[in-house]
């Protein structure tokens, strides 16, 4: 089955820096990549997501790219504020599947 | 719309307890999710349904079940609690299946001594 590897666990930047959160997959038939993001005591909450037809995705400070050959996928955020701060996950998953796949998480901190 | 909503927030439970966690969307999703959350090891799919009438088994169901009687009702149902189940269980539900967002609840943290 599909197995999704997320680097760093825990990620610290300066505010106004950029941030930068990479995954890889194992199954080259997955086609969906979305990422959440996660504050302190709530559930996470989709903020970009990405399909294997598309090689980069932009919203604001927020882009995600995405490499099929390579089986990864990574996050970027831009000029980084203190409301990013939070956990974030990747996850991948198949048409074929009702199911989809997390990584473990990064924690993102932004220094003052 | 409330979106996803889960009961209760908190739980301490004694080992060899019982209790059911409610869970419930009002989006008129077919699909539903429960996952536990254990510290810096993410989101493990206990189980799904793809409709009223349907469940099946994610990657760690040992110790859970489900029921899915309505559309917009997914309760999980620990019998014998024990410590290894003390996690955060978080509730999702969509409208298109895996490749669909994913919409989750707050979160119910319960802890098994």
């Known amino acids: 089955g599909e197995n999704v590897e997320q680097h760093p666990s825990t990620l610290s930047v300066q505010e106004g820096d950029s941030a930068v959160i990479k995954c890889t997959y194992s199954?080259?038939?997955?086609?969906?990549f979305p990422w959440y993001k996660q504050e302190l005591g709530k559930g996470p909450q989709l903020i970009i997501d990405?399909?294997?037809?598309?090689g980069e995705k932009k919203d604001q400070r927020i882009a995600v790219t995405l490499n099929k050959t390579a089986k990864h996928f990574s996050l970027h955020i831009t000029e980084t504020q203190p409301e990013d701060s939070a956990v974030y996950f990747c996850?991948?998953?198949?048409?074929?599947?009702?199911?989809?796949?997390f990584g473990k998480g990064t924690r993102l901190h932004i220094l003052p | 719309n409330a979106g996803v909503t889960q009961t209760p927030k908190f739980r301490i439970l004694k080992i060899g307890q019982s209790m059911t966690l409610q869970c419930t969307q009002d989006?008129?999703?077919?699909?539903m999710y429960w996952y536990r959350q254990d510290p810096g090891m993410g989101l493990k799919l206990i189980y799904y349904?793809?409709?009223?009438?349907?469940?099946d088994k994610g990657e760690v169901p040992n110790g859970y079940n489900v029921s899915r009687s309505t559309t917009e009702d997914f309760p999980l149902r620990l019998e014998l609690a024990a410590p290894s189940q003390t996690s955060v269980y978080f509730c999702?539900?969509?409208?298109?299946?895996?490749?669909?967002?994913?919409?989750f609840g707050p979160g119910t943290r319960l802890t098994v001594l």
């Open positions: 996850a991948a998953s198949v048409n074929r599947d009702d199911k989809i796949i």
């Open positions: 199954d080259s038939a997955s086609n969906y």
């Open positions: 990405i399909r294997s037809n598309v």
């Open positions: 989006m008129n999703h077919n699909y």
């Open positions: 349904s793809v409709g009223a009438g349907i469940t």
């Open positions: 999702a539900s969509n409208l298109g299946g895996s490749t669909d967002t994913q919409y």
